[in-house]
Structure formats: structure tokens, C-alpha cells
């Protein structure tokens, strides 16, 4: 059988660094492990507007849907912030997120034991923190119509458009159940129905799939605001929160910087299975291109090479090999090794992007 297939889309900013460090995590796979991965690498955002006019040619389209799995650095920068909006960087990961219909979008948080005194918060309030976050990723207020800045009298006006139909409802809360079923079997639903009737359409249909398929599972519902407000107080009571594209892009924000640092979130997205039996994916740091310490050799790669984990995880059922990773991540960071972002205002030697790969590649030696 052929190896399975990766696409890498390092993109802009940190993307090509932190995916550096990735790159040396799937070479030790292939050496040590045995698992080996057919790779090519293509450009995203900014780096294929530069070289290409567009943010993503339909060629690497193309490549993504074909590829077993996506892996994603970042995309955008201040360079290109004057672009015309068709064409921006981030215009081709929604396209990407769009055309392969990857709508739902798992952003773990979790806090490794070495860096709970770190966060913002207290230590008790993140220490063993493990929650959810499964984001609606193709429709709501990034894709809804009518769009644009309008002429209306006198003055212009903006418009985006919130647009749920029930099936796209449906199937997310159905990723978000089953996820729950393998975690601690509690599910929290987040909108604005006290405002918006998307969200009362939301909260009914989530219902009704909770009632009609999963009555095992826990369910509550939360107002978005007050699940702001909750997951900073006090996150652990939650286990998987559903939420849409917009709510999600923020709360996901939230929840990564419970774990001390942007720098540590991974995601996956997924669609529906391929022809392979294997889910349609791509996976990504949350955080962004982060422009202002790009090419110093100083980013955090462990959100990335956690992504790549992911893809370990969620796409080639290799879920043993995931643990393995994040138990070298784990051991590393018990070592004391840490990025700038990872350092308080008593600061310390920060290890840069490529020395935190290196470290990660001798744990995983260190666990065979
Ligand atoms: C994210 C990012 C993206 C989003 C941007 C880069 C388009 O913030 O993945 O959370 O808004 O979805
Ligand atoms: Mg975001």
C-alpha cells in the first residue's frame, strides 16, 4: 500500500519556523517508527500571493483535496493588510476550509502539569485543565450573504450575514457528541439565543440531536458571553463546548491563553470520511503568523508539532504515536526548556524554535 500522504502549508510569519520543527518530528517517525509519510510542500497566503497573485492557486486546491492530510503553518502579516480584501492571505485557508467542507474544527486545551503556574490564572484553576473547544469552521457570519461595504444615502455600510441551516447545525453538535463519548461525556452548547435567532435555531437542533441520538451524553446550554465569562472563572467545569465559527474563533482565544500560551494550542479540522475511510483534515496551530518576532528563530513550534500529533491521532488512527509526542512535549517542558513566550516577567534563558524541536526529538529517542 502507498505511504499516506502530507501536505505542508507552512504560509507566512512563523509558519515556515515553527513547521521546520514539525518537519524534523515526522523524519524521526519514518526513521524510528517506520511510519512513512509521502510529503510535499506547497504556498499559502501571503507566500502564494507573492509568487502567485493569489492567496491560494487552484492547483494546491487541487493538492489539498487529494492529500490524506493538510498540515498548515499560518497565514498573513502587515505587508499585505492593504491587499484587496478577495485576495488576502486569509482568504485561502477559509477557502481551503470551505472547499474541503472541514466544519469541524477541535481545539484542545489543555494544561501540561509544567506550566501550570504560568497562566494568567491561578494554578488551581488550570492545573489538569483538558476541555474541548469543537468550532463550527463553514458557514455562520464568515461565509453568510449578503456581504460587502454597500453604498446606502450618503454612507457606506458593512454588512456580514449569520446563516445556520439546520444540517450544518446538526453535524457539528453530531462531532461534538461523539467526541464527548470518548472524553468525559459532558457537552456545553454556546450562542446568543436570548438575541439571535440563529442561536435559537441553534440551541433547538442541538437539542433535538442530543434527545433523538445521544441521551447518554450531558447537555447544557450557555449564552456565549456567560461562557466567556465561565471559562476564565472556572474552566474545568467544562469537558467538550460546541459553539459556532465566529463564537468559537473567540473563545478558542480564551481558552488557549488558560494554558499559558498561544503558542501551545494545536487544532485539527475535519470533514467528512474520504474514499480511504479517513476523515477529510487539515491541522493547524491557533496561534497566527505573529509577525513581530518572525524570522528570529525565537517562535514556540510546540502548537504545530502538537497539530501534527493530531493528524496522528485524528487521521491515520495512530493515537499511540500522538500520546508519545505529547509525552515528550510533556518531559521537555518538566526540564524547564522554554520559549520566550513561555517565560514570565522573572524572565530566564529562553531556548529558541529549533532547539525546542531538537529537545522534543531527543525525548522521543529517549522513549523507545
Ligand atoms: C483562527 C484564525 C483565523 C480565523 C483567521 C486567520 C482567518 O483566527 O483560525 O482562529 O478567524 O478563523
Ligand atoms: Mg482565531
Not at 187 to 206: F, H, P, T, Y
Request: with cysteine; aromatic share 6%.
Amino acid at each position: 500500500m502507498a505511504n499516506p500522504s502530507l501536505l505542508i502549508l507552512a504560509g507566512d510569519g512563523i509558519g515556515p519556523e515553527v513547521m521546520a520543527e514539525v518537519k524534523k518530528i515526522v523524519a524521526w517517525m519514518g526513521d524510528r517508527r517506520g511510519i512513512v509519510f509521502d510529503v510535499s510542500e506547497d504556498l499559502v497566503g501571503g507566500a502564494a500571493y507573492d509568487a502567485h497573485g493569489t492567496p491560494l492557486t487552484d492547483a494546491t486546491m487541487a493538492r489539498a483535496q487529494a492529500a490524506d492530510a493538510v498540515l498548515l503553518g499560518a497565514v498573513g502579516g502587515p505587508k499585505y493588510d492593504r491587499l484587496d480584501f478577495s485576495v488576502k492571505p486569509e482568504r485561502g485557508l477559509l477557502r481551503l476550509r470551505k472547499e474541503m467542507d472541514l466544519f469541524a474544527n477541535l481545539r484542545p486545551a489543555q494544561c501540561f502539569d509544567a506550566l501550570a503556574d504560568f497562566s494568567s490564572l491561578k494554578e488551581e484553576v488550570v492545573a489538569g485543565l483538558d476541555i474541548m473547544i469543537v468550532r463550527e469552521l463553514t458557514s455562520g457570519v464568515y461565509f453568510g450573504e449578503p456581504r460587502g461595504i454597500f453604498k446606502e444615502g450618503n454612507e457606506r455600510v458593512g454588512i456580514n450575514t449569520q446563516r445556520y441551516t439546520e444540517s450544518e447545525i446538526a453535524r457539528v453538535a453530531r462531532a461534538a457528541f461523539d467526541l464527548a463519548r470518548k472524553r468525559s461525556n459532558k457537552v456545553c452548547s454556546m450562542e446568543k439565543a436570548n438575541v439571535m435567532e440563529s442561536g435559537i435555531l441553534w440551541r433547538d437542533v442541538v437539542q433535538e440531536v442530543h434527545d433523538r441520538d445521544y441521551p447518554d451524553v450531558e447537555l447544557s446550554h450557555m449564552y456565549a458571553d456567560a461562557g466567556a465569562m465561565q471559562l476564565v472563572r472556572w474552566p474545568k467545569q467544562f469537558d467538550v463546548i460546541v459553539t459556532d465559527n465566529l463564537f468559537g474563533d473567540l473563545l478558542s482565544d480564551a481558552a488557549a491563553m488558560l494554558t499559558g500560551s498561544l503558542g501551545m494550542l494545536p487544532s485539527a479540522s475535519l470533514g467528512a470520511p474520504m474514499a480511504n475511510g479517513r476523515p477529510k483534515a487539515m491541522y493547524e496551530p491557533v496561534h497566527g503568523s505573529a509577525p513581530d518576532i518572525a524570522g528570529q528563530g525565537k517562535a514556540n513550534p510546540i502548537a504545530c508539532i502538537l497539530s501534527f500529533a493530531m493528524a496522528l491521532r485524528y487521521s491515520f488512527d495512530m493515537g499511540e504515536e500522538a500520546t508519545r509526542i505529547e509525552s515528550a512535549i510533556e518531559k521537555v517542558l518538566a526540564d524547564g526548556l522554554r520559549t520566550a513566550d513561555l517565560l514570565g516577567p522573572e524572565g530566564g534563558a529562553p531556548v529558541g524554535t529549533a532547539a525546542m524541536g531538537d529537545a522534543i526529538v531527543a525525548a522521543l529517542d529517549a522513549s523507545l
